[in-house]
């Protein structure tokens, strides 16, 4: 995968299977993300890439950055969001089951 365009395909394909647990679409940072149930973002496609919220101290969170390119998600440059992982397109076979453990992460 390697243009926008495939990752916001693969991006609805994942909004789509969440659904029935409960994620609905949103916005955030003005980028396309889910939400839980409670109305709390858990993933989003930022620039191509998968962000997902799964916590610092998790098992998703360390496989996460072991992946090729992935690093913590800066919106704004220069303040990290320790909790949240961007997954570059390159790795979106692992897409799903990062932003299914995002869902289920306890927050």
């Known amino acids: 995968m390697t243009d926008q365009h ?6 609805d394909e994942i909004a789509e ?11 955030m940072f003005g980028m396309p993300c889910l939400k839980d149930q409670a109305g709390k973002a858990f993933a989003g496609l930022y620039q191509g890439e998968l962000v997902c919220r799964l916590g610092r101290d998790t098992p998703a969170f360390e496989e996460a950055m072991r992946l090729p390119g992935a690093h913590l998600f800066d919106p ?16 979106a076979g692992h897409w799903d089951n990062l932003a299914e453990a995002a869902l289920l992460a306890k927050r």
């Open 17 to 27: 299977e969440l659904a029935p647990r409960g994620a609905r679409r949103s916005q």
């Open 76 to 91: 704004a440059g220069g303040r990290p969001m320790k909790d949240w992982v961007c997954v570059p397109a390159a790795s």
């Open 6 to 11: 495939e990752a916001a395909g693969r991006y």
